[in-house]
């Protein structure tokens, strides 16, 4: 690595963005993401598929194919973070100053709690989570395991940090005093944080209503942390209307952001970023989303029309990522047709259930299987065979991480 003195020279529309939302909550801006952070939980799998990828080949893309793609998601200028693993920052940030003259700010995932070891037959998520950290401050800021003020500049001075809930006195408190640490080293090093706060992975004790749990279990845990200990803005799963309402409405200086979760269909990511924009939320994570799109700048272009109200009708949105695909010659993976339609997603203003095991039903879900209570759903999942519970959990990440 060079060791000239290095300083981010752009201004980051991150930073004015977050200014212009505290100073006056009724301004338009929203905040989005792209998650190439994978590598952190998937593994092999987490570049996502080669494009030479062919049925039972089972070929992902490589980690340079990933880094190139993150090249091309910063040049095009319109998401504001670029969110990625501390061994890739090392080499975009600090090595190859990919952000110097670009106004998306880098960051890292600064922990990988043991729900999001996806290793392929591994049993780690049916476990409940246990806090863990693989990367540094000191390595994402500038590289190597001690910093000198100066050089604090030289890589990312924000980080993602998770944590689980899983309703375990003992779990969850071991879970806060890590972050705890956390914050705490932060603070003295110039390190910014956003927190993310996951579904429960291995519930200990049932929950009746789980958005309320999360929106409930963030606002205590923020209660005790002041000043610059607090985290910039939030990241969590959207559990529908009412759920981000109300977290959204609490605190003003609270920002709150959303996970983009599985890949689904197009209307499904749409669709989301709309309503949950339309209910309180400021920022948008998106990782799966991006990374399985057809085309990752046209469909972070949607999502920046829809996020800044350019488009504001998801299936129109949907349509016109259609005309453009078909104008460069790109096969969707989804007949226009199949692409409007929406998948499991929470939209209905109502409450969101989770049993032992982390299943979860949205209120319309256990209406339409009014014959499937919460005591027969724990007994399918008690009865599972340990592998059927690692696949169900394994499942369930692919599905909500962003």
Known sequence: MNDRKVTQVATKNLDEKLARILTD??????????????DMAAGLAAPGKSPEHHAQEGRFRTLDAYRQIIHENVAQGLVDIMLMSSSTNDILTIKDRLFDDSHVTPAIR???TTDIWLAQGGAYPEQPSVPFRSATIDHAMCGKVQCNPEERKRGADLGL?????????????????AYSDFRSEAELKGFRHFL???????????????????NDSIVRTLAGVAGKERPIFLKIAYHGPAAMEAIASYDRSLIVGILGGSSGTTFDAFHQLWEARKYGARVALYGRMINHSEHQLSFIQHLRWIADGELNDPADAVRS???MLKKMNIQPYRKLEDDLQSSSRHSSYGKTSTNKGGLAQSQSNRQSEPQKNSQQINADFDQMS?????????????????
Do not use: M
């Open 110 to 112: 600064a922990n990988d």
């Open 25 to 38: 909550p009724s301004c338009k801006d929203f905040i989005i993401a792209d998650a190439k952070d994978a």
């Open 386 to 402: 340990t592998e059927d519970k690692v696949k169900w959990n394994l499942d369930r990440w692919q599905k909500i991480l962003g």
């Open 196 to 214: 993310e706060v996951f579904d429960p992975n291995a519930l200990q004790r049932p929950v009746e209503d789980l958005g309320r749990f999360i």
């Open 161 to 177: 940090y998770s944590v689980t809930f899983n309703n375990d006195t003992e779990l969850d408190a071991r879970t806060l005093s």
């Open 321 to 323: 990522y259609h005309n």
